[in-house]
């Protein structure tokens, strides 16, 4: 719709005219404001938690399970610099992995991710037929914006 | 007409563009980008775009641009 739409403003004789194809479903996937009757709709975006251990994938399992061990998680992700998601640690892999081995090494590669404007309800209902504590939030960029726990929804 | 990503939707709002939702008035309605105006496609003509400025940037959106 919106490529018609530009290519209707430029008939129009406007000149500096964009199409942000990715569109609205694109902003609300990167957890950003919106306005409008719905903006305060429950959307798990809103129940993201930022404290789970991140690790880079070149970083020693003895490390990251130090800081595992201070955190309230038994897990942790491994993204690159820039928080692109590259894989997860789950606590059996901090468990009996090799001290020296690097994350990337041991982690599981593309955990299964959701985006922060799915619905709450639908979320919580998913985690606990499937038996998850939590899921794992990204952009559409792959960029990690936190995790989201089924308790936090109940 | 340029088509866009994100990062450079973010640099054109920065820059204060305009910025239009295509979708039906009951989709924006419910849910639009802050600052967005709506124009739904169906509307859209030299009637009523006579409140944007021509000589700023103007970024249209839909749901996912299909």
């Known amino acids: 719709m919106s490529p018609r739409a530009a290519c209707r403003l430029d008939t129009l004789g406007f000149s500096q005219v964009y199409d942000y194809m990715p ?17 305060g709709a ?9 404290e ?3 690790a880079a994938p070149d970083e020693p399992i003895a490390d990251v399970r ?15 610099a820039d928080r692109v998601l590259l ?11 090799d001290a020296n081995a690097v994350t990337a090494e ?11 404007h799915e619905p709450v309800d639908a979320v919580r209902a998913h985690l606990v037929d499937k038996g998850h504590a939590y899921a794992i939030v990204t952009d559409p960029d792959g960029r990690l914006l936190g995790t989201v726990h089924a308790d936090d929804l109940m | 007409m340029t ?13 204060g563009t305009q910025l239009v939702e295509v979708l039906p ?6 849910m639009h980008l802050p600052g967005a105006v709506n124009i739904p496609l169906k509307t859209l003509d030299a009637a009523t775009t006579t409140d944007l400025d021509r000589g700023r940037p103007v970024v249209v959106y839909c749901w996912d641009g299909l």
Not at chain 1, 88 to 93: A, E, N, P, Q, S
Not at chain 2, 25 to 30: D, Q
Request: charged share 25%; net charge negative; glycine share 8%.
């Open chain 1, 52 to 54: 789970v251990v991140t």
């Open chain 1, 23 to 39: 569109g609205k479903v694109d902003w609300l996937a990167r957890n950003l404001p919106v306005e409008g009757t719905d903006a």
């Open chain 2, 25 to 30: 008035v009951e989709e924006y309605a419910e």
């Open chain 1, 106 to 116: 041991v982690m599981e590669a593309g955990p299964s991710t959701l985006r922060p």
């Open chain 1, 66 to 80: 130090a800081c595992v061990a201070a955190s309230p998680h038994s897990f942790a992700l491994v993204t690159t």
């Open chain 1, 87 to 97: 894989g997860r640690l789950r606590g059996t892999h901090l468990d009996h992995a």
């Open chain 2, 3 to 15: 088509t866009i990503g994100y990062p450079e939707l973010r640099r054109l709002l920065d820059q």
């Open chain 1, 42 to 50: 429950p959307l798990i975006g809103r129940h993201l938690r930022d």
